[in-house]
């Protein structure tokens, strides 16, 4: 699946149009903080058949997001930022990951954690109910326990004063955000130092590009 691309391609992001991807959260928020422009292609969610199949021959996967460039379709959140951090590096354009090797090891353990783990709190607190009607069920004992190792470890990263992970913003702190305001959005309880990190990323205005869209839909 070879792919001829230029940097100055047009870039195209396809997104869902119900708004409630946490993986179309992540391609759009590095498009924003990385400043560059794009088009958005919004597919409605269960994708047809059709599209779907269109999808896996260009993408490999029939999955929103799948970014556009050039020739290459790619799928897979994290395979899009790591794409966008390599094709437009700092310092031309603001980094998406920790400059530092082992803050860079770590933003990329979190994501993925965030990625394989939570599934039961992730099923209870449905990003449907962050951007929309909170949920009134309480957690099972499943969820809650991912809940509390999602805080335990939150807090064992955070540092006093900083509003970010590590020493600059990464687009970790934008997953870690949305997972911990699953939390906050339906009134479970959250540590305070906790709910103000939280907080301060849900104002970032990358973050806010999808998240206005998604509170208004
Ligand atoms: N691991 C993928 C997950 C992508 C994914 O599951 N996308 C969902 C939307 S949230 C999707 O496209 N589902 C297709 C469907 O429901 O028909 C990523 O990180 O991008």
């Known amino acids: 699946?070879?792919?001829t691309v230029s940097a100055s391609d047009p870039l195209v992001l396809y997104g869902e149009s119900t708004w409630v991807s946490p993986w179309v959260f992540?391609?759009?928020?590095?498009l924003e903080e990385k400043g560059l422009p794009y088009t958005l292609e919004l597919v409605p969610l269960?994708?047809?058949?059709e599209?779907?199949?269109r999808l896996t021959e260009r993408a490999l996967l029939g999955k929103v997001p799948v970014l556009v460039h050039g020739e290459l379709w790619l799928s897979e959140s994290l395979a899009i930022s790591e794409y966008l951090a390599e094709t437009f590096p700092f310092p031309a354009h603001p980094r998406l990951f920790p400059a530092e090797l082992a803050e860079r090891a770590r933003a990329r353990q979190v994501m993925s954690y965030l990625r394989t783990d939570l599934m039961a709190l992730r099923e209870?607190?449905?990003t449907s109910s962050v951007f929309g009607a909170p949920v009134v069920t309480p957690l099972s004992a499943r969820a809650q326990a991912q809940a509390d190792e999602l805080i335990r470890l939150t807090r064992r990263l955070l540092v006093p004063g900083r509003t970010s992970l590590f020493t600059t913003w990464s687009i970790a702190d934008a997953d870690l955000a949305l997972a911990l305001m699953r939390?906050?959005?339906n009134r479970d309880p959250v540590p305070d130092d906790?709910?103000?990190y939280a907080l301060a990323q849900w104002?970032?205005?990358s973050l806010r590009a999808y998240l206005d869209r998604a509170e208004l839909t």
């Open 51 to 53: 599209r779907r199949a």
């Open 124 to 126: 209870a607190r449905p």
């Open 183 to 185: 939390l906050v959005k």
């Open 194 to 196: 906790v709910r103000a």
């Open 1 to 3: 699946m070879t792919a």
């Open 26 to 30: 992540h391609a759009m928020t590095a």
């Open 46 to 49: 269960p994708i047809d058949a």
């Open 203 to 205: 104002a970032r205005p």
